[in-house]
Structure formats: C-alpha cells, structure tokens
C-alpha cells in the first residue's frame, strides 16, 4: 500500500506541450487531480489589432500537430464573419488536407505518444511484454519506424496541395490557393493507397474495412492481428476498459465541412439521443484559471493574464463549458456522435481502451472517406472563389481536430482584428476545475487510477493522460 | 553525441516537421550518426521523475552534455520572472534552466524561428514578453548574452524558419557530429549558410513570371506574387524551393506568399502577410543585392516585353497558355 501524499507528476512528456499534474494519493489510488497548463503565450492578445486575414497565418502557429486545423478553424471564422462560401471543390480540397492531417495525428498518437509506454520494465513479467518492446519501444521500436515513415510520405499530399506542414497559408475563406491538376489527383490517389497498405499491413494485419465493419466489443475483443491486436490483448490484461472512465458527455462540432455535408456528425451525446451543440451555451469560466475578467461567451471574451498568478487558480487553461457542464471531446466522441455502433458499445465503458480504440477506428473510417472525397474533386473546376477581406462583422468557425472541437471566435472592425477568441479541444479536456469547483474531464477521470507501491510518476496515470491526447500547446494558446 | 532537447515556448511544429524527414527516417538517420537523445519531450519514454533525476544529473556535470537544443522562444514574463512558463514538475522556470544548462552544452542549437529569434510567440504586444534564445527579434543578446560561446567557440546555432525543415535540422546536428561546422558555417544571424545562402527565389516554379513581372493579382492565380501578394523570396533565406518540402512542396508552389519565416521579426511585417506595401504603386521591398535603379529600368523594360502566354497565365488558376511548339523543319 502506498502512503497517502501529494505527488506532482512532470515534464509529462508524449504529449504535445507542457503538462503538469498534481495528485492527492489515499488508500493507492488518486484521490483528486489538479492540471496545471504551465505555460503561457497569449495568442489571442497578438490577434488584437491585425488585420483580419492575418489570422491565417498567425493561428496555424498555435500548433505544430494541429496546424492544418487552426487553419480551417481561421477560414471558417473569416469565411463566416465576411459571409463568404467557399468554392465547392476549393472546400473539398481543404477537408483533405484537414482530414489527413487528422490521420497522421492518429498515427503520430498510437505509436510515439501512447504504446511505448507498454514497452516499460513495469510490465517485464506480462507474457506480450517482448512484442510490445519490438514494436513500441520509444525511437526504436518498429512500429514507432514504419510509423513515421508512413506518416511522412502521407504528409505529401499536404506538400503538394498546401505546400510544406505544419503551418501551411493554403485554406483561404474563399477557398484554397493551388488548384490541383489531374496530376495531382492520381499522385494523391496513390498516396492514399501506400498510406492504405499501412494501416492494412502493420495497424490492422486486416482490411481497413474490417475495422470499419466492426459492431461489437465481442468482434473487437476477439481480433488478434496487427498491432491492434497487440493493443487489444494488452488492454485485457492490464484492464484499459474500466480504467480513466469519463464522465459520458460527448461532443463533436462536425467534421470536415464540404458540399456533400460533413464526413463525421456534430452533436453531444451523453446516452440518449444526439443532441445539436447549443453553441450559444458555451462559457469559459476562469475561476481557477490565472485568468482576469469574468465568464464569457467566447464571442464576448478577453484574455488577460493575472501576472500575480493568484493561489486560488492553478493553471493558465480557462474552464469552457457547454450549458454549464463539462464536456468530453475528441475521436472518441466524433464516432459516437456520428453513430458508429462499436463507438456507441465503447461509450459504456468510456476509459483509456475506448478512447484510444476511438481513434484506431476513426482511422479506418477516415481512410475510407478520403478515397470518396478525392474521387469528387473534380480538377477542371473552381478551387478559390474571389472573396474580399472582411470589413466588420463576427464569425465563428467550428471544426473538429484530431483532439476533438475546436472553435475560433472573431469580431472584426474597420478590417481590423477586436476580439478572437479560440477554444482548443484540450482547453476542453484538460480544464482545471470551473467556478463551482468541479472538476475537468480529465481530474475527473484521474480521480481511482492506482497508484502502486513506490511510483512517483504512476504508470496508470500516465495510460490515463495520454489517452486523451492532449495538445497543451493549443490549450495554452 | 548526446541530445537534450527543450521544448520551451512554441506549438511543437519543429519537432513535428522534424519527424517528416525521410531517406532514412529521423531514428536511423540520427542513430547511424552517433547521435541520440538523453531527453526528447515528444520521443523518450522517460516521464515526470525520471527525467528531474536526469536533468539533476546533467546539471551536476554527472553526464556530460553534448548538444542541446532549444525549441521554442523563452518567455520572460510576467515582469522578468519567466514564470509564464515553468519547467513541469521542477519548480523552475525555463528560463532559469536555459541559464543554468547552456553554458553545460558543448554546442547549443536554437530550433525554429521562436527559438532563434522569438518569432511568431513575439507578435503583437508580445503578451509572454518572449525573446530568442541569443537575439531579441533581430539584436543579438536574448536569454543568453550576445558574447555566450560555447564550449567549441560557438554562438547559438540559429535553425531558423517557421516551421524549420526536417533536413535543416538533421543536417546541422550530423554537421556538430562529424566536427565540420566551425563560426564560417553559420551567416550573420547565426544561420547555417548551407541553407541560408540560399534565397526561397532560387528555383522558385514562378521565376518565369518574376522575370516579366506578370503578377498574380489574388491568391490561387499562378503569377508572381512580389507586386502585389507580399511574397519577400527575393530576399528571405532559405533553400525551400531547391530542396523542397513534404515532397516536393513548398509556399510557393502552392501558390501563396513567401512570409520571410526564417528572418528575425517576420512575424510583425508591418502590413498584412498577403499584401505588398507599395510606394507611389511601386513595391517598397526589393530583391536582396538589387541596385534600386536597376531594378525599376528592368522591371519596366520585362513588364512591357511580357510573352502573351505568360501575361495570360499570371492571373489564371491553372495553364491557359502552354508553350508554343517548334514548328517541323519544312
């Protein structure tokens, strides 16, 4: 049995940014956690005063993983507040550009981020301990090799169409700026199919579709190839499914927007039917954030830092919620939202298994969806519709990240930036506790993880952490 | 060589471009070169106290440093403390161990522009109060001294850009590896010339165009965009269209402006990114070594010799215009 203490668990790395979390211990297990974003940077204050389309360049930066999102988001906000619609084929080139960046995160994920982990001596005595180390061991393992190199030849298409990532200036309120040539496309195609064969050969040792056709925890429990099988058997024996459980309110603001609607559903479900997100109620409250001012709308919000770094807060994160409550955002939700069933099987259980298999299972699903949405690119269109800058007005632009739901707020005066506003997927997350005190998704789902005998960094706590894949570097935008 | 890399104020996106290297990957390319990484944020398994007993150790001199890397501006604020950013879990703030560990390092290397310079994390109000490891946007002298040296001789090694190439990064740290990067090696910001005595110009697939002055009006038009778009590759540094990205990619090939990342203070041009400020009509920037006079006798002289095919196709989304064949010898 471990003594009851505090433990402050950093540099918690494998996640993007900086992380740092404190956990009250009783009886070996984490009673309370507190998540301290310990970093600020203030973009939301650089917007003040620029020019409106400046916010395509500065906001990529927010995010080096999710670059292309930030991206998306400014369009969309811009698009909206300048009431711009952007060229049909220029929006379905965007949502590719988008949603394979959103794969490659997946990958980056499961093989950088989250497996090595099972790589570790704590686990030496596990009978698939020696197939984890081959495949996961952290800058060696072979999965961590074939993953990246997979990963970077999928990033081609983003060098073809958008030019280098991340931070690319391709996604324009009007559109996008390369129109692609027939070329382009069959390059893209074949792209596609290496990227296909990967997932196909080392992920799933199966057809993507396989994947995409499972229903059941049963089906998923008896798959034993590729590395999902791997992940699969590990997560029976170490209890991945009962462990990090969240709270069961899901939201996803819709993925990837095109003519043909979006790919994956927007809505919050929390177990009954999907439900629109009321937009409307979303407030950033900031009462244990060191953060000035009050509780606003995002359309109404500042960002004023309290340089005194007051002791009642704990971190530079606010605390959005949606009518009043947290929310759980990410791959996870997006599959619920939209309906999968096996997403819908995973929400019972809504631990580190669920939302890690969410995002093998969007990435089958999105593998699938970016062959259809190449097919109907048609080069001999339009891809950027003339689109003036926008004068005055607000916009809102609500997309959906690798993380989950991401919104940019804009108020634009005279062509100049005056209020914007963003709410990262991670804000949601990893949000400190709100004006009533209640905790964020993530110190909510810490609060059970065991603690053994000893450990100063737990390994659970670390298999509950990285299962939300958290951007910190968003959050602390 | 050992690698401790710091992950201090920036979005990660060094790191993650430095990932799309490819032939080899970044592991085996570094591991055949020696080099590996006692600490990487995004790469090593090691976590929370591990990685404090091990930082303990490199700043009691138990294990020798031999290139650390900074990735990310350093946040001086609120009013000096540097506490808008704390190292997790160690109390201290990221400024605090940039001091205490540089002068550790055998060679420090400053990745990305923010770390360079302070870059975008600079723009605006500069809310974080963030400077560049050795340089406050283009004056040297940032959170390290502008007379820091390191234990070779060197100032900070700048790999600048936004974000910075996989193969700039990989290459300078194969360089320090093999000993061959001396003070020549690096240009006058601190830049490794073998990238930065490049211009974004050179090889850049609308040279044509540049060389007529037929210009792209809007963004998603195939011509120059100098005149009127606020591309600067005439004088930003860098190889990006000699050596290409993601591929073969680059800014502008896909069609927008050239933003000058890898320069100090690219971050607050001035005017909008995609504008060209203009004096009486006439771009105020001009290309890097061009005498002014020059400039405009040609510019003038090109724009009234413009082919029809390239005047057709600077404002078109696509050809309109192809090359005209040879005809058949009769």
């Known amino acids: 049995m471990t003594e009851d203490t505090t433990l402050l668990v950093g540099p918690f790395n494998r996640v993007e940014g900086d992380l740092e979390i404190r956990l009250d211990v009783a009886d070996g297990a984490v009673g309370a956690a507190y998540v301290n974003s310990p970093l600020f940077r203030g973009f939301e204050r650089m917007l003040l005063g620029k020019g409106a389309m400046d916010a395509l360049t500065i906001t990529p930066r927010i995010c080096g993983i999710c670059s292309i999102s930030q991206s998306m988001a400014a369009a969309l906000a811009l698009a909206d507040a300048g009431r711009v619609t952007p060229a049909p084929n220029g929006a379905r080139v965007a949502a590719l550009l988008h949603a394979v960046e959103n794969v490659a995160d997946h990958v980056t994920h499961f093989n950088l981020f989250f497996m090595p982990d099972f790589a570790r001596p704590v686990y030496a005595d596990r009978p698939w301990h020696s197939a984890a180390v081959d495949r996961f061991t952290a800058q060696r393992g072979s999965a961590l090799r074939a993953s990246i190199e997979a990963r970077a030849k999928l990033l081609h298409i983003v060098g073809l169409l958008g030019g280098k990532w991340p931070h690319t200036l391709a996604i324009q309120p009007g559109g996008v700026t390369r129109a692609p040539t027939m070329r382009d496309k069959i390059r893209i195609g074949a792209d596609l199919r290496a990227f296909r064969r990967y997932l196909e050969d080392q992920v799933f040792g199966a057809p993507v579709e396989a994947v995409a056709d499972l229903t059941t925890l049963d089906q998923l429990e008896a798959w034993d190839t590729g590395d999902l099988g791997l992940f699969v058997t590990i997560a029976r024996d170490c209890g991945l499914e009962a462990m990090g459980k969240g709270e069961g309110r899901y939201m996803s603001f819709g993925a990837y927007p095109h003519p043909e609607g979006p790919i994956f559903a927007s809505g919050v479900w929390d177990g009954g039917a999907v439900r629109p997100v009321d937009a409307g109620g979303i407030v950033e409250e900031l009462g244990h954030s060191w953060m000035l001012g009050s509780a606003a709308h995002p359309s109404q919000g500042d960002t004023l830092p309290d340089e005194a770094m007051r002791d009642a807060a704990y971190s530079w994160c606010k605390a959005p919620r949606l009518n009043g409550q947290t929310v759980e955002t990410g791959a996870l939700a997006r599959q619920i939202v939209d309906g999968h069933p096996l997403a819908l099987a995973l929400a019972a259980e809504g631990g580190v298994r669920a939302r890690v298999m969410g995002r093998l299972l969007e990435l089958a699903q999105t593998q699938i969806a970016l062959e259809a949405l190449l097919a109907r690119i048609d080069p001999a269109e339009r891809f950027m519709v003339e689109a003036a800058a926008p004068r005055d007005g607000q916009g809102a632009g609500m997309v959906e990240a690798a993380r989950g739901a991401l919104g940019h707020w804009c108020t634009i005066e005279g062509g100049k930036i005056t209020g914007y506003q963003i709410i990262a997927p991670t804000t949601w997350n990893f949000s400190p506790r709100d004006d009533r005190g209640v905790a964020g998704p993530v110190e909510a789902a810490l609060v059970g993880a065991p603690v053994r005998p000893g450990e100063d960094t737990p390994i659970a706590v670390q298999h509950i952490v990285r299962s939300f894949d958290p951007c910190m570097v968003c959050t602390v935008h | ?330």
């Open chain 2, 1 to 330: 060589m050992n690698i401790l890399w710091l992950q201090s104020a920036g979005c990660g996106g060094c790191t993650m471009s430095l990932l799309c290297a490819e032939d080899p990957n970044v592991f085996d390319l570094l591991d055949g070169a020696g080099l590996h990484f006692l600490w990487h944020p995004s790469l090593s398994e090691a976590t929370g106290a591990e990685v404090r007993r091990l930082l303990a150790q490199v700043e009691a001199g138990e294990i020798p440093l031999d290139i650390l890397c900074v990735e990310g501006s350093i946040l001086m604020g609120p009013n000096g403390s540097g506490r808008y950013q704390m190292l997790a879990g160690t109390g201290r703030s990221m400024l605090d161990w940039l001091r205490s560990l540089a002068p550790l390092a055998r060679h420090v290397v400053a990745v990305g522009t923010c770390a360079t310079y302070g870059g975008i994390t600079t723009a605006g109000e500069n809310p974080a109060d963030a400077i560049g490891v050795q340089y406050d946007g283009s004056h040297i002298g940032g959170a390290l001294p502008a007379d820091f040296r390191d234990k070779s001789g060197l100032p900070v090694i700048n790999i600048a850009g936004c974000p910075t190439h996989p193969d700039w990064v990989t290459e300078t740290l194969l360089m320090l590896a093999e000993g061959a990067m001396g003070s020549d090696a690096l240009d006058g910001y601190g830049r490794p010339r073998f990238y930065a005595d490049n211009l974004v110009h050179h090889a850049c697939p609308k040279n044509e165009f540049y060389e007529y002055k037929a210009s792209a009006t809007q963004l998603s038009e195939m011509g120059c965009m100098m005149e009127h778009l606020g591309c600067i590759g005439t004088q930003a540094v860098g190889d990006c269209n000699i050596r290409g990205w993601n591929g073969a990619g680059s800014c502008t090939r896909a069609g927008y402006p050239c933003i000058n990342c890898t320069a100090p203070e690219f971050e607050d041009p001035g005017h909008g990114f995609t504008e060209t400020p203009k004096f009486a009509g006439i771009p105020v920037g001009l290309p890097s070594d061009m005498p002014k006079a020059w400039f405009m006798a040609l510019a003038s002289l090109s724009k009234a010799a413009t082919p029809h095919r390239i005047g057709v196709n600077a404002t078109q989304d696509r050809i309109a215009v192809p090359p005209s064949l040879k005809k058949p010898k009769p």
